[in-house]
């Protein structure tokens, strides 16, 4: 899966070829690809080349879809919209510099999804136009399909937390099998990290100890509250709560406008909440038995 730079017919190429094996592609549509001529005695042949968008624009809408979409860079978040979908399982040519020069004669067979937000105010609506290997032939299957691209955003998240928050690419290790259990590690924490702030968006007052533990949590409050310890008739620090300070610590200001703190924010709260855990845990020392 990838946006539209991943428009490219030697992707699309290789992931026909490999269609046996379970290989598919979806992409965002950057190109107009020119459709391949029917064969004769097939259909009637056009007279002019028939694109792609304009063939799916010819046709009539199979239904709607409601979509969550997520807040952009710079943007806030625009919520639910409604998008009217078409889908056609088109043949696209081989580009024709392609066949001049590189000799290439293999055209593909794609499935072309649109969703686009009919009445939007102008310059705002949303237009997705997907390119897949994959065959779609119902409203069903183009939804599931609008459904998978939707969670591009997080895979982008998961592996920026990866790149920027961990340093996956700075490791020194030069072999695969010493590199392999660091992977885990890291994977783990942005993991944990993109987990958590889903879950404080949607359960923001199930308690914080569902994704902290009781001396982190310990420790959170007492640096929040100046060394204050918490109320005894107060209720317990919730998921929201916690990630808002963990936030804080990272550098989000909490301002009524600015939204819920991002990803890279949260990771480098959390490595200040391990210091500040730490030298609670040696303030505050367990009694031993035995």
Not at 21 to 40: C, D, E, F
Not at 158 to 168: A, D, E, P, S
Request: some cysteine; proline content about 5%.
């Amino acid at each position: 899966m990838g946006d539209r730079e991943a428009d490219i017919y030697e992707l699309l190429v290789q992931a026909q070829q490999h269609r046996e094996q379970g290989v598919a592609l979806l992409v965002r549509s950057q190109y107009n690809r020119t459709l391949a001529k029917p064969k004769p005695g097939q259909e009637e042949q056009e007279e002019e080349e028939a694109q792609m968008w304009s063939r799916l624009a010819q046709s009539e809408p199979a239904g709607s879809h409601t979509l969550q979409l997520p807040r952009s860079q710079g943007q806030k978040a625009r919520g639910e919209v409604t998008l009217s979908v078409r889908f056609e399982r088109v043949t696209i040519a081989v580009p024709k510099h392609k066949a001049k020069y590189l000799k290439m004669d293999t055209v593909v067979e794609a499935s072309i999804v649109e969703l686009r937000e009919e009445n939007a105010p102008k310059g705002k609506g949303i237009c997705w136009r997907l390119l897949t290997t994959l065959e779609v032939d119902s409203l069903e299957g183009a939804i599931q399909l609008a459904g998978w691209y939707a969670k591009r955003w997080q895979i982008e998240e998961f592996h920026r937390i990866l790149k920027t928050g961990c340093r996956v690419e700075e490791r020194q290790m030069r072999q695969l099998e010493r590199l392999k259990p660091m992977m885990v590690l890291d994977m783990l924490v942005a993991s944990r990290i993109m987990g958590m702030s889903a879950a404080a968006r949607q359960r923001p007052e199930s308690p914080a100890t569902d994704w902290l533990d009781e001396d982190e949590v310990n420790a959170l409050e007492a640096y929040v509250n100046h060394g204050k310890k918490r109320a005894k008739n107060a209720p317990p620090m919730t998921l929201g709560e916690a990630v808002r300070n963990i936030g804080r610590l990272g550098g989000h200001l909490g301002r009524k406008g600015d939204g819920h703190p991002g990803a890279q924010t949260l990771w480098i709260g959390l490595n200040k909440l391990d210091l500040i855990t730490e030298v609670w845990r040696r303030l505050n020392p367990q009694p031993t038995y035995g």
